[in-house]
């Protein structure tokens, strides 16, 4: 009986062992799988803040890039405008200084026309005087010396009309030209316009004048002789008078 109770009791401790044993385990267990789950915890969340930390460097350099790109994007729009205002520039300076060199040229042209007609002029009044009075001395001197010195002064009026038709020409030439510039020249500013139309209003005037002294007809006029102390023969016909305009200076009596 004893040892039954013996071994009873020994089964009862044995099995308080196991029981033992068995809470234990569970217990190493149960701290394991905290333990466990505490480490992928803390392996979680440093992941996540490094995955955080990651994406934070990675948009803080996606920022950092797009605001570069922007800057450079700015100031290629900015060079781009800066180089278009320099380019206008430029061509607003060439352009003023094509105008202001066409503006020295017309009007060097037309010094040049008017120097060209008054000279015109002045040979034609110092040839026409010449005319006359060589007309004159050739009447006092005689028939033959008057046909010569008629000849002569025919001569030098023919050249006195190409003279006159050389300034006309020229004149014209400068005229058709100011039209030409004034037609062509569209973007010229108002008072550079009125300049030129002044121009070529003066241009018209000095070839109208040119062309007073082209194209008139000789005048046929009888050689009158001079007054003569000695009475003229009575077979010989009165000089007829003279069909001359009164201050035509082209006109040789």
Do not use: W
Request: aromatic fraction near 2%; charge should be negative; include cysteine.
């Amino acid at each position: 009986m004893a040892e039954k109770n013996e071994s009873s009791v020994l089964f009862s401790l044995q099995e308080l062992m196991n029981l033992e044993e068995e809470r234990i385990h569970e217990e190493e267990s149960e701290r394991a799988a905290r333990e466990q789950a505490e480490r992928e915890r803390q392996e979680a969340e440093a992941r996540a803040k490094r995955e955080a930390e990651e994406r934070r460097i990675q948009e803080e350099e996606e920022r950092r890039r797009q605001e570069e790109l922007r800057k450079r994007e700015e100031e290629a729009r900015l060079e781009a405008i800066k180089q278009a205002e320099i380019a206008k520039a430029q061509q607003e300076a060439e352009h003023r200084a094509r105008m202001e060199a066409l503006a020295r040229q017309q009007e060097h042209e037309q010094r040049l026309a008017a120097l060209q007609a008054d000279q015109g002029k002045k040979k034609l009044k110092m040839a026409v005087g010449a005319a006359v009075a060589v007309l004159l001395v050739g009447a006092v001197g005689g028939g033959v010396a008057f046909k010569n010195a008629q000849e002569k002064a025919e001569k030098e009026k023919a050249l006195l009309m190409a003279e006159a038709e050389r300034v006309k020409s020229e004149a014209d030439a400068q005229v058709r030209k100011l039209e030409e510039t004034l037609k062509n020249n569209e973007s010229m500013s108002e008072a550079q316009r009125l300049a030129l139309e002044k121009d070529l209003e003066e241009a018209r005037k000095k070839a109208a004048e040119a062309a007073k002294y082209v194209g008139k007809p000789a005048t046929a006029s009888s050689p009158s002789r001079s007054s003569s102390p000695r009475p003229a023969p009575a077979s010989k016909p009165a000089p007829s008078r003279s069909a001359c305009a009164p201050g035509d200076p082209l006109c040789v009596d």
